[in-house]
């Protein structure tokens, strides 16, 4: 009798770990499905996210700027105030890309556009508001400090490329 019995616990607790060992299983089984899912929507989306922050780095570079800006008869305020606007526009417009990129790859590209703006401000400040748009063209497009800025920015550009590579590739 307490073979049986003894037979019965063992054969009993050993269906219940099998049943257990199962029941993870399909857990573990419909989470990684789910995972799955969640990659296949969420990755469009982030590479796009990348695509756009590039796109949006290449809009706001000073001479591409200029080239969408300056039409050749504004005042270096006109111009000044376009150019101001154009950055916050696409900036704002690409906020929303923030949550599918990095903290720092965000705060980089942040940086760059209060780097912009600033070069704008400081140039545009040294000339009289008046004079002719070109002006401000010419000395944004040789300040010594556009060398620097238009590094920074393809670092940041590449930074992006980079991040983006190390996540799916």
């Known amino acids: 009798m307490l073979y049986i019995l003894i037979s019965t616990i063992i054969v009993t607790a050993g269906a219940i770990y099998i049943a257990r060992l199962i029941i993870n299983y399909k857990k573990d089984n419909n989470r990684l499905n789910e995972q799955k899912e969640y990659a296949k929507m969420v990755y469009p989306l982030r590479v796009s996210a990348y ?18 800006c300056n039409d050749g008869n504004l005042t270096v305020i006109e111009l000044h105030s376009r150019l101001i606007s154009k950055i916050r526009q696409e900036f704002n417009y690409n906020t929303s890309q923030q949550i599918f990129v990095s903290q720092v790859a965000w705060e980089m590209v942040s940086n760059i556009k209060e780097t912009v703006l600033q070069q704008i401000n400081v140039i545009s400040s040294d000339i009289s508001p008046r004079e ?8 944004l497009l040789t300040d010594e400090s556009s060398e620097k800025l238009r590094n920074s920015l393809l670092n940041t550009v590449n930074f992006l490329k980079k991040e983006l590579a190390d996540l799916y590739w």
């Open 51 to 68: 695509e756009r922050l590039v796109l949006m780095l290449s809009r706001i570079e000073i001479g591409n700027l200029l080239a969408e």
């Open 132 to 139: 002719d748009a070109n002006i401000l063209s010419q000395k």
